[in-house]
């Protein structure tokens, strides 16, 4: 099994080669897919990047989108996580799962791994549950607002995530800021 640090240079590898031309990665990516035994099928499950994309890139018909190179490495990057205790999966916006510095913590005496299910519409937000159920995820975290939507679609745990006076009290000064501003 590859290590942490093999599976970052991987990802490193094919951001560089994203850099110098579509071609260049494609090439960079359908070894990286040769070497894990990794299909274009197994890809599209592993990074929820829809099949159809997964082909229109690997045969250059398609432009590579910043969010679709992301999930693409964070599922590379993912192969290579040690084996936990638990694997928790967060559904948030873009934004706040940016905020997460790490992906593995210890909770409670237990080596938990971080999972990230970026969100910004309602439907994204129950694609990415049933997802990460069927990814074996222990548990998701989320928003209260959607939490009780989520559990009409998964069995698993869920947790709301808990909003303090100081995180509110923070958006409201930001807000004032904001509006402020356009006047």
């Known amino acids: 099994m590859r290590t942490i640090s093999e599976?970052?240079?991987i990802c490193a590898e094919l951001l560089s080669a994203a850099m110098v031309s579509n071609e260049t990665f494609v090439n960079k990516l359908k070894t990286t897919m040769r070497q894990k035994g990794i299909s274009s099928k197994d890809l599209s499950a592993?990074?929820?990047?829809?099949l159809s994309t997964i082909n229109k890139i690997i045969s250059q018909g398609r432009d590579l989108r910043l969010s679709t190179l992301r999930d693409?490495?964070?599922y590379l990057r993912s192969l290579g996580v040690p084996e936990a205790d638990l694997t928790i999966g967060v559904i948030a916006a873009r934004p706040s799962l940016d905020k997460i510095s790490k992906h593995q913590i210890m909770a409670k005496g237990k080596r938990v791994i971080?999972?990230?299910?970026?969100?910004?519409?309602i439907e994204d937000v129950?694609?990415?549950?049933?997802?990460?159920?069927?990814?074996?995820?222990?548990?998701?975290v989320c928003a209260s607002i959607v939490a009780q939507?989520?559990?009409k679609?998964?069995?698993?745990?869920?947790?709301?995530?808990m909003v303090e006076e100081s995180n509110l009290l923070d958006s409201v000064s930001l807000l004032v800021d904001k509006i402020s501003s356009k006047g």
């Open 72 to 74: 693409i490495l964070q």
């Open 149 to 151: 939507v989520i559990e």
């Open 153 to 161: 679609f998964v069995r698993i745990p869920i947790m709301a995530v």
């Open 7 to 9: 599976e970052s240079d």
């Open 46 to 50: 592993g990074s929820g990047v829809p």
């Open 114 to 121: 971080i999972k990230e299910y970026p969100a910004s519409s």
């Open 126 to 140: 129950i694609i990415n549950a049933i997802r990460a159920e069927r990814e074996r995820v222990d548990g998701i």
